[in-house]
């Protein structure tokens, strides 16, 4: 697994490390509407997927406007920002945010994502910070686990890996 550090401490991810070349797993999580939504929501199309502890905190609100802007440029990749948020909050963020190149999916229910892509910190059930790029046969083409959760991700090589997935 990866070593990974929240406020420099040493967290325990639950779950499957993903690599370069795995087939994408499949999750469930909900939308901002309540309704489940699985990775195959969006065949056909690359996935840039974030995993953050929360849209409501500095880092991961500055990612999720950052890839909301560069979501509208990337033509045929949907960005999704999954987090442990429950859906009416997430809602209420993207709504006082302006966030709508970006799909804000709830991970609270069933930590499904969290556990599959090996990004559920044990500690204090939260998604660590990370980014996976799908491509649209759901092979992974990139990613990166952010070694300390609080700090952002690299993200010219997502933008990068997202536009160069086919």
């Not at 309704?35 to 849209?55: Q, R």
């Not at 890839?67 to 997430?90: C, H, R, W, Y």
């Not at 930590?111 to 090996?118: I, K, P, R, T």
Request: contains cysteine; charged residues 25%.
């Amino acid at each position: 697994m990866a070593n990974v550090t929240f406020s420099q401490e040493p967290v325990t991810l639950v779950g499957n490390e993903v690599k370069v070349g795995d087939k994408a797993p499949n999750f469930t999580v909900l939308s901002n509407e309540l309704k489940e939504v699985t990775l195959d929501n969006y065949e056909g199309k690359v996935k840039l997927i974030t995993a953050v502890p929360s849209v409501d905190t500095g880092v991961c609100a500055a990612e999720t406007r950052r890839f909301n802007e560069e979501a509208a440029k990337m033509g045929n990749v949907q960005v999704l920002t999954i987090s442990m948020d429950l859906p009416f909050a997430q809602a209420r963020w993207c709504a006082a945010e302006g966030i709508e190149n970006v799909d804000t999916l709830s991970d609270h229910k069933d930590a499904s994502f969290g556990e599959s892509y090996g990004v559920l910190m044990k500690e204090n059930r939260l998604l660590a910070r990370a980014i996976f790029v799908v491509d649209s046969n759901n092979q992974v083409t990139y990613v990166e686990y952010v070694p300390e959760v609080t700090d952002h991700p690299n993200y010219e090589a997502a933008i990068e890996a997202a536009k160069n997935a086919k």
